[in-house]
């Protein structure tokens, strides 16, 4: 119910009290005019950036080193999550707190130091919240279990350069198109090497329902309705066994980062 007009923009947001609760921001309008839904910086926020820039001239905001995404419902309902919370870890960047901590490409956070994340963008707020060269626990959902990682919250740098992995042009033989509408490839030690994995099976070719739920060729399938893919051999007897009226997630590495994608009820 606060208008926010021109020169108001950085101002403080006063509650009835005469307190400042925060720092007006933007307004969005439909009309162009001052009636709408105004935006304002929490005030705790504020403080906290105000108290860097005097004691030290910069802010300084936590990392840990992954890149998320968002958790659909589903991915959360396929995966067994329940309901779809926290944030999908797409990549690990090598070396950084994340990785070091245990953190695997296809986890789910569910929580930073027992506070729960409802969504995905709620991860980088309380990360970047910490000071770093604290430790905070991250509760992370793989596999179909919970499990609590120690993590050491480094300090964010812009402008980080990130390894990307290239994909392997080299074509080994296919197991042929089954089931899911899929032929797949043992990964050659090469493509391992370059997409940085120890297991994983690389898609040859995309029909019907797995085009559809929109996997291609190159894409390495990492695990199948939770679990985890070794070989061809083991891929297609994991598939065999499936129970193909329900939906199917598959992990699986695009480039430099993992999403679940879901296979639907084939009848």
Avoid at 84 to 109: F, M, N, Q, Y
Avoid at 176 to 195: F, S, W, Y
Wanted: charged letters at 25%.
């Amino acid at each position: 119910d606060v208008a926010i007009n021109p020169g108001n923009s950085g101002g403080p947001l006063i509650n009835m009290r005469g307190e400042v609760v925060g720092i007006n921001s933007q307004i969005y309008s439909r009309s162009g005019g001052f009636m709408g839904i105004s935006f304002a910086i929490p005030i705790d926020e504020a403080t906290r950036v105000s108290d860097q820039l005097r004691a030290s001239g910069r802010v300084i905001r936590g990392r840990i080193g992954v890149q998320i995404d968002q958790v659909t419902k589903d991915v959360a309902e396929s995966i067994g999550l329940g309901k779809p919370i926290g944030a999908l870890v797409r990549a690990v960047t090598s070396g950084d707190p994340a990785d070091k901590a245990g953190v695997e490409a296809g986890d789910i956070i569910t929580k930073f130091d027992g506070r729960t994340i409802e969504k995905a963008g709620d991860l980088p707020r309380m990360v970047g919240s910490v000071k770093p060269g604290s430790k905070g626990t991250l509760q992370v959902f793989r596999r179909g279990a919970y499990k609590d990682l120690s993590v050491i919250v480094a300090e964010f740098e812009a402008e980080r350069p990130r390894a990307i992995a290239d994909k392997s042009t080299a074509k080994p033989l296919a197991v042929p198109v089954g089931a899911l509408g899929l032929a797949v490839a043992d990964l050659t030690d090469a493509q391992k090497r370059e997409l940085k994995l120890k297991n994983g099976v690389r898609v040859e070719s995309a029909e019907g329902a797995a085009a559809r739920a929109g996997l291609r060729e190159g894409d390495a399938i990492l695990s199948i309705d939770n679990t985890e893919v070794t070989g061809t051999k083991q891929f297609d007897a994991v598939v065999a066994k499936l129970d193909k009226t329900k939906a199917i997630n598959l992990l699986v590495k695009r480039g430099e980062g993992v999403t679940y994608l879901l296979i639907k009820p084939l009848r």
